[in-house]
């Protein structure tokens, strides 16, 4: 319930969750013209590329085509900012498609801290016209709804409790884990469906709610001179001894499964190898990378830089040993205490590295690894009035959110490259974007090993972002109509991006044109005027002919 002293803030489009898809939709909205509040619970915009931490999951052929024009317009910001504030050597200058990280999982391996000051000048002269208002750190605890439609959502201070109710024609769901829907009523679904509901060939017999990605709390590390070792974490004798019966070893080593093959895979760990980042080969498509587990999401490569200006690479640690698949974080009676879990085995990692895990010579620990918590926002953090020096990212990685009840819903048959071959994905005539990523679902809290299954560039259907009876929310990120295993392609970065920017131009759209979204799907000519708008606005709608992988 609102007291009466509630304060009270109206636009016409509201987007709830500043992550990447809640990014896309202000930028989109607000170039449309249309007034827009944005709330984010954590410090920093970008979500999952900046608070979250994780380098950009993206496909082989980013840097020509496949992605939003305002998304490439992202990337090269983030290049620029190296290029005009960075010691860069003059060859790391000079190139085109600066890799500032060398890291091999992405050709554009970053600190996360970049992204967030590109993201925030996107949004600059939007603040200062004040065409754009956004509350930080704000979370969703409460909506109000008319029958079909969400005429409010009121939203909390995340350290003092503060509120302020929200009111908008239309409201977006941005959120990592889809909070807004129930909070609305909006129907949706978590974890498995079953093989009789969508067919797909990865599913199971029976529909498993409760059975989700891990999600894992990243962090940053370098490996300088000293002893920076941690103080032991409470839950270290735990984790030290956990082993999943399908891992091949405990969860504390260099030894786990092959995502692609299952096979018990041994990882290499050499802190610093002082490899030329020109020789970097940054392609998921030939390799996954994560070999060495230093260079595999490397976000700092030294050598990109002028003699001494880092005295260490910086290595963002987002690997398989931290991944958190012993409970659900979604729907659950405290999720913030299965988040705790997840930061403590995060912290039981990092101890181990520097304690106990085995070096090339034939000793034990790398105490030199330091703790980078300035790099990841969160080195002196305030929580609940308290100070923490964590050091961990600022928000756990979510790859699986709860998700919508659409009009349409993305299954394996549509992308997989198996399934699939020679035809390429299944071309949607409602098609509003473009994306291209293995299905990659980690372990999950059902106790599931990896499921990674070679997928075809795909489309995004318009049909996946409307729910199937609430009129004026949208989903705007991971809350998409996918399954638990399409979901596994349509996490990535520059495919929720490519939600969020057209759920903003459908807002706009629908406002212009005194529709509904369902309308605009049903109606050819509402439809062919929407997708020529997206195309004008350099959203991408079909691929070349192109193999997936």
Request: charged share 25%.
């Amino acid at each position: 319930m609102r007291g009466p002293t509630v304060p009270e803030m109206q636009a016409e489009v509201l987007i709830v969750g500043g992550g990447l898809g809640g990014v896309a939709a202000a930028l989109a909205a607000l170039r449309a013209g249309r007034s827009v509040l944005l709330t984010e619970e954590y410090d920093w915009l970008g979500g999952q590329l900046t608070s979250q931490a994780v380098p950009p999951d993206e496909h082989s052929w980013v840097e020509h085509f496949g992605v939003t024009a305002s998304y490439r317009a992202l990337r090269d910001g983030i290049r620029e900012h190296y290029r005009r504030w960075y010691p860069l050597t003059d060859r790391a200058r000079r190139t085109t498609a600066l890799n500032p990280g060398a890291g091999h999982v992405s050709r554009l391996c970053h600190e996360p801290r970049v992204a967030v000051a590109v993201l925030e000048g996107m949004l600059g002269p939007y603040r200062g016209s004040g065409r754009l208002r956004v509350l930080q750190p704000y979370r969703p605890v409460a909506a109000d709804t008319d029958g079909d439609r969400v005429t409010g959502v009121t939203v909390a201070h995340r350290r003092t409790g503060e509120r302020v109710h929200l009111t908008a024609p239309y409201v977006l769901d941005a959120t990592e884990t889809g909070e807004l829907l129930p909070l609305t009523g909006t129907e949706y679904v978590t974890g498995f469906e079953s093989r009789a509901d969508t067919g797909e060939p990865s599913a199971p017999e029976q529909a498993q709610p409760t059975n989700m990605q891990a999600v894992s709390v990243c962090f940053a590390v370098d490996h300088v001179d000293g002893d920076h070792t941690i103080d032991r974490p409470a839950a270290y004798d735990f984790w030290r001894a956990y082993r999943p019966p399908f891992w091949g070893d405990r969860m504390l080593s260099f030894r786990s499964p092959n995502p692609r093959t299952l096979a018990i895979s041994e990882r290499s760990f050499t802190p610093n190898p002082d490899d030329d980042p020109w020789l970097v080969q940054a392609d998921q498509r030939v390799n996954p990378g994560d070999g060495n587990l230093w260079t595999f999401r490397r976000i700092a490569a030294r050598r990109n830089f002028a003699p001494g200006a880092y005295d260490s690479d910086i290595c963002l640690v987002n690997w398989p040993m931290l991944d958190y698949f012993e409970q659900p974080v979604i729907d659950v009676p405290d999720p913030d205490a299965r988040i705790g879990a997840a930061r403590e085995l995060s912290l039981s990692v990092l101890y181990w590295l520097q304690t106990e895990a085995p070096r090339a010579d034939g000793g034990t620990g790398f105490p030199s690894l330091r703790l980078r918590g300035d790099v990841t926002g969160n080195g002196t953090a305030a929580t609940g009035g308290d100070v923490t020096h964590s050091g961990l990212a600022q928000a756990p990685y979510i790859r699986e959110s709860r998700r919508i009840r659409a009009e349409y819903t993305v299954v394996e048959q549509d992308l997989s490259l198996e399934i699939r071959g020679d035809k390429g994905a299944v071309s949607y005539a409602d098609s509003a974007g473009v994306g291209m990523y293995r299905i990659d679902l980690h372990p999950s809290t059902g106790g599931d090993n990896y499921i990674d299954v070679a997928s075809c560039p795909f489309e995004i259907p318009l049909g996946a972002l409307i729910p199937r009876r609430v009129e004026n929310l949208l989903p705007a990120g991971k809350n998409i109509g996918t399954t638990h295993i399409t979901n596994g392609s349509y996490r990535l970065h520059p495919v929720e991006w490519n939600v969020g920017e057209v759920a903003g131009l459908l807002a706009d759209f629908c406002l212009a044109r005194r529709v509904t979204p369902r309308a605009v799907r049903y109606t050819p000519g509402l439809l062919a005027d929407f997708q020529n708008r997206l195309a004008d606005s350099g959203v991408e709608l079909r691929w070349p002919d192109i193999a997936g992988y």
